[in-house]
């Protein structure tokens, strides 16, 4: 094919899944379901677009996507979210996957008439929860946080545990002089080479975000994926779980805070997605479904054992003392989705050259594609039904989302001070920020401060600004005299002379009344505005102090007068004016205003 024949099918391919991801939403299905049956409809068995029978290539891309999948798994729950559930999650993990890869391993060996080590095998490869398919389940349900983030753990750390079983009993198929004692000895070096490369690139990524600033904040999801390239081939490479060790760099990221935090998040969000349908679509491609009537019978009783007695029996050896109900048991029963994992795992005795191997394969999938659909459908529901479900979403959304802060017509903006800066040294009260702007936060080292009026800064402090879109602009020229100076608030209008006699003026708006926008007006006919006091927003206007100690309303009426005119304008017109006027909040502003701002 060209190029451009294979850009356009990887773009209809990417199109497809994004359909597929909507309508499984719609259904209340699990997407994978639908990534897997384009996959299988569009391959050798189907029609016969693609051909693909590589299971090293498979193997490789189902390596890959699983590696970004966790890494987007820990940085999107982080420690903090997952802490209190730790231990029950880590015994799911281990104690767990193990009572699930024997009794189904057991099962298998009656089902289709294999060797005990066969059946293990299989087990094996059918143990491990998949990250992909629990992450994109709480994404769209509704369950308790408790519940969510023990399973959100739950597949972070139980996939290199599967992985392990599985090698080891290949080995052990391969070479009858292996045993459980080798088997122990690989789980103990895998996952403690794991542990400690992902705490080593976790920790050492984050040191490093924390200290040095990239030049744009697009560069941080490339040091993101970075950080996790390394932590998986570091560890693989040094005989370790790389699974293990991605999910931890990944957790550290996300329990740190970081500069462009929610940029990284939001890629790695979008990459693992990409992840899925890639991994999804190629193992469709690999199954050909007329393979698949054989063992249909024996296949749906093992799904069967599985589902209803297996990952039972697993919940309830693993979590004594969670703390978790019959109600929340039954949950973590059902919510153990197989789905891409063991799909990928079954290549494993297939590139090993195990015999049986080839049928092993399909009896894996089909067993993933009768769980999956039965756990699927039914986990909302009987969550529902059980009463562990809340009125807020599984996994939380940020706060907020700098999208959501635009469409809302407002900017974030962050202003790093140096030590040659004129603010340096003043205090939050001294920036003469507009009322349309708010200092949200103030980052110092690692440290989160909230700010005041009487706040230092420092050399090396980061400001976080909320700021309307309208005043970013005149934000702009503020911050040029924050590096430059002069630092201060602006020039007070002189005090008017006690008893001094001022003539209230209330004229319509006219051209040539008010220099520049009526918003933000420079002078009010012809006196200099010292001071910007309030905005009007139904229309454009403000409520200025002259450099002459008056004050002026500007908008379809210009009123200019002392503090005491001005207020007994507003009053007056208040009481001529309907309740739903829109200009009676205005009035009301303007009389708090001359009651409060500046002193006569």
Do not use: C
């Amino acid at each position: 094919m060209h190029d451009g024949q294979l850009i356009l099918i990887a773009g209809a391919l990417l199109a497809a899944g994004l359909l597929a991801s909507l309508l499984a939403g719609r259904v209340r299905m699990p997407s994978l379901l639908l990534f897997l049956g384009i996959g299988m409809a569009i391959g050798s068995d189907g029609l016969g677009w693609i051909a693909f029978d590589d299971y090293h290539l498979a193997r490789t891309i189902g390596v890959v996507a699983l590696a970004l999948i966790l890494f987007e798994g820990g940085l999107t729950s982080g420690l903090f979210e997952i802490r209190a559930v730790l231990p029950s999650a880590i015994s799911l993990a281990v104690i767990g996957t193990v009572v699930t890869a024997a009794v189904t391993g057991l099962a298998a060996v009656w089902l289709f008439d294999l060797t005990t080590l066969e059946g293990l095998l299989l087990g094996a490869v059918l143990a491990s929860t998949d990250g992909a398919a629990i992450f994109a389940l709480l994404r769209g349900s509704t369950l308790e946080r408790k519940l969510a983030s023990t399973l959100e753990a739950e597949s972070g750390f139980n996939d290199p545990v599967a992985v392990l079983l599985v090698l080891g009993f290949i080995a052990w198929l391969q070479d009858r002089t292996y045993g459980i004692a080798d088997m122990l000895v690989l789980l103990v070096r895998q996952l403690g080479i794991g542990l400690a490369v992902g705490a080593v690139v976790g920790a050492g990524t984050v040191a490093v975000f924390r200290r040095v600033r990239l030049d744009t904040p697009g560069l941080y999801p490339v040091a993101s994926l970075a950080a996790a390239a390394l932590a998986f081939g570091g560890a693989d490479t040094l005989h370790g779980s790389g699974f293990l060790a991605v999910y931890l760099t990944g957790l550290a990221l996300g329990t740190a805070g970081f500069p462009a935090q929610r940029t990284v998040t939001s890629f790695h969000q979008g990459l693992a997605w990409v992840a899925q349908v890639v991994l999804f679509l190629s193992l469709g491609l690999l199954v050909f479904p007329s393979e698949l009537g054989g063992i249909a019978v024996q296949g749906t009783v093992l799904a069967l054992v599985i589902v209803l007695v297996a990952r039972p029996l697993a919940v309830l050896v693993s979590t004594p003392f969670g703390g978790y109900s019959v109600a929340e048991r039954a949950i973590l029963a059902v919510a153990g989705l197989r789905g891409a994992v063991p799909v990928v795992l079954a290549t494993f005795p297939v590139i090993a050259r195990v015999e049986g191997s080839g049928a092993l394969f399909n009896v894996v999938f089909f067993v993933v594609l009768i769980s999956t659909v039965l756990q699927g459908a039914s986990f909302e529901p009987l969550a529902a039904r059980l009463g562990v479900t809340t009125r807020v979403p599984a996994v939380p959304r940020p706060l907020a989302e700098a999208g959501t802060i635009r469409a809302l017509g407002a900017e974030v903006l962050e202003f790093p001070i140096g030590s040659g800066d004129a603010i340096a040294g003043a205090r939050v009260r001294d920036l003469g920020l507009p009322r349309e702007a708010v200092v949200n936060v103030i980052v110092r080292g690692e440290e989160a401060i909230p700010p005041r009026g009487s706040t230092r800064l420092l050399a090396g402090d980061e400001l976080h600004l909320l700021v309307r879109a309208e005043t970013a602009g005149e934000l702009t020229k503020l911050m040029r005299r924050w590096r430059e100076g002069p630092i201060g608030p602006p020039p007070r209008p002189r005090r008017l002379p006690r008893g001094a006699a001022t003539v209230l003026s209330v004229r319509p708006y006219r051209e040539g009344m008010v220099e520049g926008d009526l918003a933000r007006p420079r002078a009010v006919v012809g006196e200099p505005a010292v001071a910007q006091l309030r905005i009007r927003r139904d229309t454009p206007g403000a409520l200025v102090a002259l450099a002459d100690g008056r004050y002026a309303v500007t908008g379809p009426l210009v009123v200019v007068g002392s503090r005491r005119d001005l207020t007994q304008f507003a009053t007056r017109r208040m009481r001529r004016l309907p309740r739903d006027s829109p200009e009676r909040p205005w009035l009301q502003n303007v009389i708090g205003a001359m009651a409060s701002d500046l002193p006569e």
